[in-house]
């Protein structure tokens, strides 16, 4: 058991050394390996990887979304973005239909086999965050969310606000 005051620690990392920065750096590449483990595993066997989880995900988070608000969402190019709907349309996990009032538009919805693969991959980021949430405590994971909410680019932080205003 640790006998360092968590207050005491974390006054010492408000003047953060290369070394502390560093640690905190290769902390966040191994969390996010094993965060992504289970859902690569799953895509791997679909012939899919993390773009399609994406995609996914911010579909089933804004059902009718527009392709260009998916783009502005995941910051890759139309061409990339386009291969990967694709292939989701293609293997029936999503569903493109042209706008109402403006035809040049298409809204994305997941399909009900779409939205059971959203499910089993999130159910696994789930169980992890949980798990983690509950052994750091409710502090730290606030602490955890305002350092996330931190190192977004200002273009990026309006979808999150959104998406995080909505809730569920």
Do not use: C, W
């Not at 919805?109 to 949980?130: D, F, I, V, W």
């Amino acid at each position: 058991m640790s006998t360092t005051d968590p207050a005491r620690e974390g006054e010492s990392l408000l003047f953060l050394t290369d070394e502390q920065l560093r640690k905190g750096i290769e902390a966040m590449f191994f969390a996010y390996r094993g965060f992504t483990a289970d859902p690569d595993r799953i895509l791997a066997e679909l012939g899919m990887g993390r773009a399609h989880h994406r995609a996914l995900h911010f579909i089933h988070r804004s059902p009718g979304t527009t392709v260009n608000n998916l783009l502005s969402i995941l910051g890759v190019t139309k061409q990339s973005l386009n291969r990967v709907l694709r292939s989701l349309v293609e293997d029936g996990l999503v569903q493109s239909k042209v706008g109402d009032r403006d035809r040049r538009e298409r809204h994305l919805q997941l399909t009900p086999e779409g939205r059971a693969l959203e499910q089993q991959l999130s159910n696994a980021q789930r169980e992890r965050m949980r798990s983690a949430y509950r052994a750091a405590g409710p502090a730290a994971v606030a602490g955890f969310r305002q350092v996330l909410e931190a190192m977004m680019d200002d273009d990026v932080r309006p979808y999150y606000e959104a998406l995080r205003d909505r809730g569920g």
